[in-house]
């Protein structure tokens, strides 16, 4: 059995319950000012999407970044996508896409 995987308000769930559940409809605005809607940009390309609570996770963000550009980065397919939950001034930060 797997680790059990506890959301606020939520009872208990093991991730091979989450495994296969479609990723929740994310819309925002990119650093370059282009609206982007996940999961629907995610389609057929190569992507690690990181998704950020708090700002000190940067460094643990770049532990996945890095290896995964050095893999996929001269597919034009690859994109990294960070998703900011953090709110600065209630007002939420942008969607960052970095492309290969």
């Known amino acids: 059995m797997g680790d059990l995987i506890q959301a606020e308000n939520d009872s208990p769930r093991t991730e091979n319950e989450i495994i296969g559940q479609s ?10 000012g282009r609206v982007v809607t996940l999961p629907d940009a995610l389609k057929g390309k190569i992507v690690l999407v990181c998704i950020a609570f708090i700002r000190s996770v940067q460094s643990m963000i770049g532990s996945w ?16 996508y960070e998703v900011p939950m953090i709110i600065s001034n209630d007002v939420p930060l942008d969607l960052e896409e970095i492309s290969g």
């Open 23 to 32: 990723f929740p409809e994310i819309s925002s605005k990119s650093l370059v």
């Open 65 to 80: 970044v890095h290896p995964f550009g050095r893999e996929f980065g001269k597919d034009s397919m690859f994109t990294v």
